[in-house]
């Protein structure tokens, strides 16, 4: 079955640092790929996706590039600031239909000032 | 305001107990999901429900029963609480193509 595996947390950066947070998935098929961000006390917000190989989503200063033959979707950000704080959740499944998502476990960032 | 609503925010409750959990969307999606995030903050599907219509039901007990009386809406209902339900419930609505919307969460209590 699907599923999607995270680099453990938390991660606790400096402001202005370089961010990677890894995900690696396991597929059929051809799915899309999410990145879902939850600010403390919020729900899951929708970072950036990428629907097929190649794809490069980005936003916020977020990107995280489609990679088919290494099976990864790597969340990066050039420079942090204290708002990036959350829990990231790296996420695959269909865009259409009604299927479900299959959720990473979550990685925890920190940034200090 | 157009959103993903779901109430309470908190509930604290003692074992044994049964509860609900309210869920509207008034984003017009075809769509709802529950989700329980554990102390852990891993997030798993529970339900999925498309027009009314149940489509995933993940492997959870038959404690937890949903219930969809219009697409708007999507209740969770849990009988004879345990500690181990504690944890954050997120609804979610989604329309045919597209992103998941999610509720800013209840957070469960069981004691």
């Known amino acids: 079955g699907n599923s999607v595996t995270q680099m453990e947390g938390p991660v606790t950066l400096s402001e202005e640092a370089f961010l990677t947070i890894n995900c690696t998935y396991t597929?059929?098929?051809?799915?899309?790929l999410f990145w879902y961000v939850q600010y403390p006390g919020e729900g899951l917000q929708l970072l950036l996706k990428a629907t097929k190989a190649d794809d490069k989503g980005s936003n916020k200063g977020f990107e995280a590039t489609y990679r088919k033959e290494t099976t990864s979707f790597h969340l990066e950000k050039g420079s942090v600031q204290v708002s990036d704080s959350a829990v990231y959740f790296c996420?695959?499944?269909?865009?259409?239909?009604?299927?479900?998502?299959?959720f990473g476990q979550g990685t925890r960032l920190t940034i200090n000032p | 305001d157009t959103a993903v609503s779901q109430t309470p925010k908190y509930l604290v409750t003692q074992m044994g107990n049964d509860k609900s959990i309210k869920c509207e969307q008034n984003?017009?999606?075809?769509?709802m999901y529950w989700y329980k995030q554990d102390s852990k903050k891993f997030l798993k599907i529970m339900f999925s429900y498309n027009n009314k219509e149940l489509i995933i039901n993940e492997t959870v007990p038959n404690r937890f029963s949903p219930k969809s009386p219009d697409k708007a809406h999507l209740n969770l209902h849990i009988n004879s609480l345990e500690l181990g339900d504690s944890a954050v419930y997120f609804c979610?609505?989604?329309?045919?193509?597209?992103?998941?919307?999610f509720g800013s969460g209840t957070q469960l209590s069981v004691l």
């Open positions: 979610a609505s989604r329309p045919t193509t597209g992103k998941l919307f």
């Open positions: 597929a059929t098929g051809y799915p899309s």
């Open positions: 996420a695959l499944g269909a865009i259409q239909g009604a299927q479900k998502l299959v």
């Open positions: 984003l017009g999606h075809d769509t």
